[in-house]
């Protein structure tokens, strides 16, 4: 009897700790949209085109740069992905990835023109959802919770399906914003 007392107290407590997990990663969270006025960040960025999967090592090469070779540094990264992976070969995915500038360094953009793109992203309409960031672990929960609640949320408010997403890494806030501009 005592064998079979351990073994599920070993079985309890390893699903204590799973649930624990996925509860800290935001697995259960519910995914709530709005519709906001947002935009007007001045955006640092590459332009890549091909597996979404290679978007942090682009991301990291720009803020490494920025930090270490213009000693600028930033606290929000962000991604906008063009093509839907799930309609669009791999190798033509397309998306710009970077860095957010800080209000404090906008008058540093002419030393930047010459190693990267600079933009700004346009004030408008955007469908907005939150999730919370712990690490790399919650861009891939993110995206498995939000794009399907995303696309769900855009046909039944009969919004646009096409159009890029942008994905904005919020590292003092500790939170990962997805906007869908409202076409």
């Not at 290679?54 to 606290?75: A, C, H, P």
């Not at 209000?103 to 990267?116: A, P, Q």
Request: aromatic share 14%; hydrophobic share 40%; charged share 25%.
């Amino acid at each position: 009897m005592k064998t079979f007392q351990i073994i599920i107290i070993v079985v309890a407590a390893i699903v204590a700790f799973v649930l624990g997990f996925a509860a800290y990663w935001g697995v259960f969270r519910s995914i709530q949209f709005s519709v906001v006025e947002q935009g007007g960040e001045t955006l640092v960025y590459e332009e890549m085109t091909g597996d979404y999967r290679q978007s942090g090592v682009v991301m990291d090469r720009v803020y490494y740069s920025l930090l270490n070779d213009y000693k600028i540094e930033t606290f929000k990264g962000f991604g906008i992905y063009y093509d839907n992976p799930q309609k669009v070969e791999t190798s033509k995915l397309r998306s710009e990835l970077g860095c957010i500038l800080e209000e404090s360094d906008i008058h540093r953009v002419s030393e930047l023109e010459g190693n990267f793109k600079i933009k700004t992203c346009p004030k408008g309409k955007y469908i907005v959802a939150e999730f919370p960031y712990r690490g790399k672990l919650s861009v891939i929960f993110g995206i498995m919770k939000v794009y399907p609640a995303l696309n769900k949320y855009v046909k039944e408010n009969g919004f646009d399906e096409e159009g890029a997403i942008m994905e904005i890494y919020d590292i003092p806030k500790k939170k990962i914003e997805y906007r869908k501009a409202i076409l």
